[in-house]
């Protein structure tokens, strides 16, 4: 085990806008290397801008963002690109390349990384896919294959440089539970056998309860608190107590039909 | 005096919505030559496979439409010149009308046209949807370069299928107009080919020849930049793509007018 003082991640006074708009507001936390770190908060309040920018696929307004104690805000772009060798995502919607089959699509990064032989970089291909339970699909395209597999090709795309940290945008918004409770337990699987840090945006209560060692809660572009689920779930604040008890805001209550629909399998005992 | 200044601040908005596209279109121009001469010679590599795989689709596949048409063309021009110069008795002298137009100005603007219609809008669409699905925002994050991956290979296909696009459809077109004028307007063939070989210069093969090559570069960019622009969904991609057919016809033209009073003189 890596010495788990160490952060992997650490940012400090964070400030993103979009024009005018202040997304995030002056964010500081730490990610412990090998935890699984998982960001909660409401529709719409950064979740996924705050992922864009941990990634460096935007710059933020003001602030650091540490990588193993590098800022990568002001990297060059070749310091860049070797920082993303190193780092994996799992987008919302997969963004598996269209026109490339399953093992093109996982193979990609090593072609142009590497040097293997082109040998090596099948067996690591099926490897991969074997990982996430996908062999014997290699050779299918991306539009033939459910949206549940598209999800786990994504997860062995991104596993396939052996990255150090993989970040994971709604891993299972959209699926049924079942295949939901499998990605939970694949996150969990390359958490504990390759020692991964693993960065999860999530809605479901459910699988933060099952995979996460950190909890960071975000409201209204600001941290409202961060540590254990269950710390979290002592907690006065209260938005974090609307958050977890599942109540609606006063005045809507399609809101509520929303959120309800996302977390009516919040029975973990069933979820596994 | 409101009118006035609403007038004003409206050609001030235009001016700077365009200069900020120009200034877009000089990065992405610099990213892209860079990338195709400065950085293969680094070590970084060129996408072999990716150049020979949309060759063939924007060179091969096009061929039979844009054979066609231009065909078709030069088989309409002889007829429209027949009309005039018959009326002098001097319909041999379709050959040089057909041949002049046809390779200085017409096969490389028809090619240019339809290619823009076939392939200039598939760029555009292709790139609008990688952005859409994140598929680009996916590169950059496993350190791929979205330049050297997508849009050199497309560069360097399409600067070097549009001039021998080009090239052929001048010949087909020509082609066109003797079948017309042989079979159909009684012209002898030996006098038409004879006056079809001297009308032509050198200097006509190299206006339409330039002019191609500035009409694959206007083709590429144009979709190029109008896939970068997609926002939103699939209804973003159908909009830039319809928008780059329109924007890159109008600079084809616009490249045309250029070229043909440069070489005017
Ligand atoms: N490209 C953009 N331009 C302008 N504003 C944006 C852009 N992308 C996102 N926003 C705004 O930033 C805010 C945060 O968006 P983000 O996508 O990060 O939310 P999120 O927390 O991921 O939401 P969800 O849980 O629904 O995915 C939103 O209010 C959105 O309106
Ligand atoms: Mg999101």
Redesign the interface.
């Known amino acids: 085990m890596n010495d788990t003082s160490e952060h992997i991640i650490e940012v400090r006074d964070l400030v993103v806008k979009y024009g005018d708009r202040t997304v995030l507001d002056g964010l500081n936390f730490q990610i412990r290397r090998g935890e699984t770190f998982v960001i909660l908060g409401g529709s719409g309040c950064g979740k996924s801008t705050l992922l864009r920018n941990l990634v460096g696929l935007m710059r933020p307004y003001s602030g650091e963002i540490l990588f193993n104690g590098r800022d990568i805000t002001t990297m060059t772009d070749d310091e860049r690109i070797e920082v993303r060798k190193r780092v994996g995502m799992c987008f919302q919607g997969s963004a598996l390349f269209n026109s490339m089959s399953l093992a093109d699509n996982v193979a990609l990064p090593l072609r142009e990384h590497t040097r293997l032989a082109s040998s090596t970089i099948d067996i690591q291909t099926k490897i991969k896919l074997a990982l996430v339970g996908l062999s014997g699909f290699e050779e299918y395209l991306p539009a033939e294959i459910s949206g549940g597999m598209k999800k786990r090709a994504g997860l062995a795309r991104a596993m396939a440089m052996d990255p150090e940290i993989i970040f994971y945008d709604e891993p299972s918004a959209g699926l049924d539970p079942i295949v939901a409770a499998g990605l939970d337990m694949l996150i969990r699987k390359m958490q504990s056998t390759f020692n991964l840090t693993s960065v999860v945006v999530t809605h479901e209560m459910a699988s933060v309860r099952l995979i996460a060692d950190t909890v960071c809660m975000l409201n209204a572009g600001r941290i409202v608190g961060t540590g254990k689920i269950d710390e979290l779930e002592r907690s006065k604040d209260p938005f974090i107590q609307q958050f977890f008890e599942r109540r609606p805001d006063e005045e809507s209550d399609t809101r509520d039909d929303y959120i309800r629909s996302l977390m009516g399998i919040d029975l973990p005992g069933n979820a596994t | 005096m409101t009118a006035f200044i609403y007038t004003f601040g409206a050609t001030g908005r235009v001016s700077l919505n365009a200069l900020y596209a120009l200034s877009r279109v000089c990065v992405l121009m610099v990213e892209t030559i860079n990338w195709t001469l400065v950085q293969p010679f680094r070590g970084r590599g060129l996408r072999m496979k990716a150049v020979v795989f949309n060759l063939v689709e924007y060179g091969v596949n096009s061929l039979p439409i844009v054979g066609l048409i231009c065909f078709l063309i030069g088989a309409i021009m002889a007829m429209q010149s027949a009309y005039q110069l018959a009326r002098f008795g001097a319909t041999q002298y379709i050959a040089n009308l057909v041949g002049v137009a046809s390779m200085r100005e017409l096969a490389p603007l028809m090619t240019a046209i339809l290619l823009t219609g076939r392939s200039g809008s598939a760029i555009a669409a292709e790139i609008g949807?990688?952005k859409v699905?994140?598929?680009i925002?996916?590169l950059?994050?496993?350190?791929?370069n979205p330049t050297k991956f997508l849009i050199v290979p497309k560069f360097l296909a399409m600067l070097i299928a549009i001039p021998c696009l080009t090239i052929l459809a001048t010949f087909i077109m020509i082609l066109g107009g003797y079948m017309l004028s042989v079979f159909a307007l009684g012209v002898d063939s030996d006098l038409y080919l004879n006056n079809t070989a001297r009308a032509l210069q050198m200097k006509d093969f190299a206006t339409g020849f330039t002019k191609s090559v500035f009409f694959a570069v206007v083709i590429c960019w144009v979709g190029v930049y109008r896939g970068f622009q997609v926002e939103g969904g699939a209804e973003g991609v159908g909009k830039m793509t319809t928008s780059s057919v329109v924007t890159s016809i109008f600079l084809i033209i616009l490249v045309d007018l250029v070229f043909t009073a440069l070489f005017f003189f």
């Open positions: 949807t990688m699905a994140e598929e925002d996916a950059e994050v496993m350190g791929l």
